[in-house]
């Protein structure tokens, strides 16, 4: 029996030069950022090496360390440039929200009006957070019929409702992870997997949005919540 054929995947060296070219189109000045963060970082270490009498050994370390600190900022770059290519687009929060480490399920698009504004569900420690996407005067109304909707599943359970945009009051996209993560954590493992299976009988009562949403976005994993 023939196996079937599958895309090949892009090799590591690749996926950083794929990174790297979507760093220049977003900001020209990315790159040399951040081979002048790496340069910089050997200098300094280099020099503390000279003045310490431990030359060969500094640069070894400062081999380490630019490497180190090249990546973080190629990363963080990397991140900023994938947020500015999402930012406007259908399903961009639902996109970021998929990219959050840890024991969290997203439910993207569970309600949209005819304007395309978009509520997506997530089940996570802190309990249930619904967070849309939309100008806050047309969004507001979602976020009520939806909190109302699901209180009647998970009885008990912390719902936290989220405006991700960049109105008065909301969570700019860029910002959305950190501010998820940040939220109280209410619920252990065993009860955050009781709310998972709770709103899976919760059926849909919008469409999903006929516009193109970012499928297979690859966004940078945030930290992960202690």
Not at 80 to 93: N, V, W
Not at 176 to 188: A, E, F, G, T, Y
Request: net charge positive; aromatic share 4%.
């Amino acid at each position: 029996m023939a196996k079937s054929e599958e895309p090949e995947k892009p090799g590591r060296l690749k996926q950083l030069r794929m990174i790297a070219q979507i760093i220049k189109q977003a900001n020209p000045k990315g790159m040399p950022i951040v081979f002048l963060s790496a340069v910089g970082t050997l200098a300094v270490v280099v020099v503390i090496g000279l003045v310490t009498d431990y030359l060969w050994y500094s640069v070894f370390i400062g081999i380490l360390a630019a490497f180190t600190v090249g990546l973080v900022v190629f990363g963080q770059l990397a991140q900023r440039a994938q947020y500015s290519i999402l930012h406007g687009q259908t399903g961009a929060a639902a996109a970021v929200l998929q990219g959050m480490r840890g024991n969290w399920q997203v439910t993207p698009a569970i309600a949209v009006n005819r304007d395309q504004d978009l509520v997506h569900l997530i089940v996570g420690h802190p309990g249930v957070v619904l967070v849309s996407e939309g100008p806050g005067n047309r969004v507001a109304k979602m976020l009520a019929a939806e909190k109302k909707r699901v209180a009647r599943v998970v009885l008990g359970v912390e719902i936290y409702d989220v405006q991700c945009g960049d109105g008065e009051g909301q969570v700019p996209l860029g910002k959305l992870q950190r501010h998820i993560m940040k939220l109280p954590r209410n619920l252990k493992k065993p009860s955050v997997n009781e709310v998972k299976d709770r709103l899976r009988s919760l059926p849909k009562n919008m469409p999903m949005p006929k516009g193109p949403m970012p499928k297979g976005a690859r966004m940078p994993r945030g930290p992960k919540m202690r």
